[in-house]
């Protein structure tokens, strides 16, 4: 073939291009082959084919599935795929529906929704795209015997896999556990240093306050933990603290919490520990009758 005969299938496939363009700018929601044909029926099928693949490889379109249909639409700009040049359409398919289910990654039913691919061609798709390394499944802590799919790349977001607290799957409750135990005893350290200050109880208060920066750089410096733990994960630990009324927290002018231990409560009165102080059928209790001391099991395994 002759320099001059490339240059006009050149000439002629850019011009098939920017017609299919124009076709696709009129219809947003996506064109098909038939749409193709109608609008530029005096093209070749070879010509088309050749035009449409040379805007997909240079990212103009991207290829969609409806039913059995395909669909080509107009890229977005601001969501520049990066899909490889070298896989096919119904591989890019499935590589662009992962792409956008980013690091929270895309359940298989969904993919097939939006594919339209039946299941046996979706696995065989997937596993193409496992093997080149291109996306990998990622087991959920939400579901433990289901998969996301995302890209290869792509480190998964903690609603996937727990963050700090799980390890394959399983709630590390003895770490969490020890940590609480750590962060509850650096709060009460900080408060009794503060009440050697003699600047009066309000700097003794101000003192006894910490930030979540403080508490991580205690962690930190212990080598308690295997794995790193950012200030997010030992906020998560305060507030159980917290919760369990061994702390509290105030807010700051900066949206933040700073964080003090509290003194234990006073223990509660005999009367209110001993069964008889919670029984609902106390008003009911005699010497004799059916509810009596010496018949109440409550009291003989309290006593116990």
């Not at 040049?85 to 499935?94: A, R």
């Not at 097939?112 to 979706?122: A, D, E, F």
């Not at 990998?136 to 015997?145: L, R």
């Not at 102080?277 to 116990?304: F, H, M, Q």
Request: proline fraction near 4%; charge should be neutral; hydrophobic fraction near 35%.
């Amino acid at each position: 073939m002759s320099a001059a005969t490339d240059s006009a299938s050149l000439e002629d496939t850019a011009t098939v291009g920017f017609q299919i363009i124009a076709l696709a700018k009129d219809k947003p929601g996506g064109i098909n082959n038939d749409d193709l044909v109608a609008a530029i029926p005096e093209v070749k099928p070879e010509h088309r084919v050749q035009a449409l693949n040379k805007l997909l490889q240079e990212g103009v379109l991207e290829i969609l599935k409806k039913g059995t249909t395909l669909i080509y639409r107009l890229k977005d700009p601001s969501k520049k795929s990066t899909a490889p040049k070298d896989i096919d359409n119904e591989e890019k398919i499935i590589y662009n529906i992962i792409e956008e289910g980013g690091n929270k990654g895309i359940w298989i039913r969904d993919i097939r929704v939006k594919s339209n691919l039946i299941m046996t061609q979706l696995n065989k798709v997937l596993k193409q795209l496992e093997n080149k390394k291109l996306i990998k499944a990622v087991k959920s802590v939400n579901a433990s015997k289901k998969k996301v799919y995302m890209l290869y790349n792509l480190e998964p977001d903690r609603s996937i896999t727990g963050g700090a607290w799980y390890q394959d799957q399983d709630f590390e409750a003895e770490f969490v556990d020890v940590l609480n135990q750590q962060c509850l005893r650096f709060l009460r350290m900080k408060r009794e240093s503060a009440k050697e200050c003699r600047d009066g109880p309000l700097a003794v208060q101000k003192l006894s306050y910490c930030s979540v920066g403080d508490v991580h750089k205690f962690i930190s410096d212990l080598g308690i933990s295997k794995i790193s733990l950012d200030e997010d994960d030992l906020e998560t630990i305060l507030k159980t603290v917290v919760y369990d009324g061994k702390a509290e927290s105030i807010p700051t002018a900066e949206g933040k919490y700073l964080y003090k231990a509290i003194e234990a409560p006073m223990s509660s009165p005999g009367l209110v520990q001993m069964p008889c102080g919670i029984c609902p059928v106390i008003r009911n209790c005699s010497d004799c009758g059916a509810i009596t001391p010496k018949l109440c099991s409550y009291i003989n395994e309290w006593l116990d």
